[in-house]
């Protein structure tokens, strides 16, 4: 059984910050090491886009569009994986989405999603104008 658990979403004004996490649980992730865990983001109507990814070691990649303001981090202790957001736009509303991979983070960076299995069930992001 895989369990990802994301909490820290809300509303929050445009240039504010916010800090998700997604708690990582079950048999898949007993070897947490092994996985590259990543977010994803959805926005009403539109596919769903990779923000960023990090490896065991902290090595990490994320999207052009959130560069220089979000950073993703990982605690292997706890399971846990974080994205601090920073600069919030109204471009950055949507559904985020934690998800692991045995792969690696620059290769989660290209995957299509659709070939990514284990997911949270997501929280919402809303940044105001």
């Known amino acids: 059984q895989v369990r990802l658990v994301e909490s820290g979403g809300g509303l929050v004004q445009a240039g504010g910050s916010l800090r998700l996490s997604c708690a990582a649980s079950g048999r898949s992730f007993s070897s947490f090491n092994n996985y590259a865990m990543g977010w994803f983001r959805q926005a009403p109507g539109k596919e769903r886009e990779f923000v960023a990814a990090i490896n065991w070691d902290g090595s990490a990649d994320s999207s052009n569009s959130v560069k220089g303001r979000f950073t993703i981090s990982r605690d292997n202790d706890k399971k846990t994986v974080y994205l601090q957001m920073n600069n919030l736009t109204p471009g950055d509303t949507g559904v985020y989405y934690c998800?692991?991979?045995?792969?690696?983070?620059?290769?989660?960076?290209?995957?299509?999603?659709?070939?990514?299995?284990?997911w949270g069930q997501g929280t919402l992001v809303t940044v105001s104008s």
């Open positions: 998800v692991g991979d045995p792969t690696s983070a620059q290769a989660m960076a290209i995957m299509e999603y659709r070939y990514l299995e284990d």
